[in-house]
């Protein structure tokens, strides 16, 4: 399985972004997909995740109603929708996939066994 993370960039405070994660074929087994992110010299933290039936989503609290995780599985890719966004989002954004069926889509990292590249977005203040 092979993720690949695209749309980070430079954008300023107030700014959106929409992130993609682009999974390889293969995946058709695995289900939870999810985002996190690595701000500078910080830890990865959990940002966002959903199933693959997009029946559940899950949510960091502090970013609930500022960013929107969302999938395709026709093209296998999951989005991140970012609005408002503020210098303190900006890290590393990584996004990650599990393999097997979840009820609820997980923010532990260790939940996930394939991780993507990550792409790095700066928010300008």
């Known amino acids: 399985v092979q993720l690949q993370a695209s749309g980070g960039g430079l954008v300023q405070a107030g700014g959106s972004l929409r992130l993609s994660c682009a999974a390889s074929?293969?995946?058709?087994?695995?289900?939870?997909m999810g985002w996190f992110r690595q701000p500078p010299g910080k830890e990865r933290e959990f940002v966002a995740a959903i199933t693959r039936r997009a029946d559940d989503t899950n949510y960091a609290a502090s970013l609930k109603g500022r960013f929107t995780i969302s999938r395709d599985n026709a093209k296998n890719t999951i989005y991140l929708q970012m609005n408002s966004l503020k210098p303190e989002d900006s890290a590393v954004y990584y996004c990650?996939?599990?393999?097997?069926?979840?009820?609820?889509?997980?923010?532990?990292?260790?939940?996930?066994?394939?991780w993507g590249q990550g792409t790095e977005v700066t928010v300008s203040s």
């Open positions: 074929a293969g995946t058709l087994y695995n289900d939870a």
């Open positions: 990650a996939t599990k393999v097997g069926w979840v009820r609820r889509a997980p923010s532990s990292p260790a939940a996930y066994e394939y």
